[in-house]
């Protein structure tokens, strides 16, 4: 049986490994995964991102995490939209998360952005998780 959000599987999986401060983790691969999790290593939050096939054959996705001060660089990471209830904001209305210290990732038009960059684009979309 298939998962029915493969996106909230590899957040739980994030939250989950920082927990107990495991140094990296792997998650099966897919374009939009891989696109949230180089948004994540672009703005400070993952160590390391890296396109793996073991020898199971699946494409799988390495993840490095990261610690300030022994405590994870992820304090919150929040699935939004979800497969039965879809959250989209327009451009003006993308929230500022932790008083512009987090951030959301959003599927837009123009690809899987950050908040940064969709306000920047003048783009809005899906607003698919928080960080902080």
Request: aromatic share 4%; proline share 5%.
């Amino acid at each position: 049986m298939g998962m029915t959000d493969p996106i909230s599987d590899m957040l739980t999986r994030i939250r989950n490994a920082q927990a107990v401060r495991k140094d990296r983790i792997d998650v099966p691969a897919s374009k939009m995964k891989e696109r949230i999790a180089r948004i994540l290593m672009e703005e400070g939050y993952l160590a390391s991102v890296e396109t793996i096939t073991p020898a199971t054959g699946w494409p799988m996705i390495r993840l490095g995490l990261k610690y300030y001060k022994n405590r994870p660089a992820i304090e919150k990471i929040r699935r939004i939209s979800r497969p039965g209830q879809r959250r989209y904001h327009g451009r003006n209305a993308i929230p500022k998360i932790n008083q512009g210290l987090g951030m959301t990732i959003l599927s837009t038009s123009k690809g899987v952005l950050s908040s940064r960059q969709a306000r920047k684009l003048g783009v809005g979309g899906e607003l698919l998780c928080l960080v902080f």
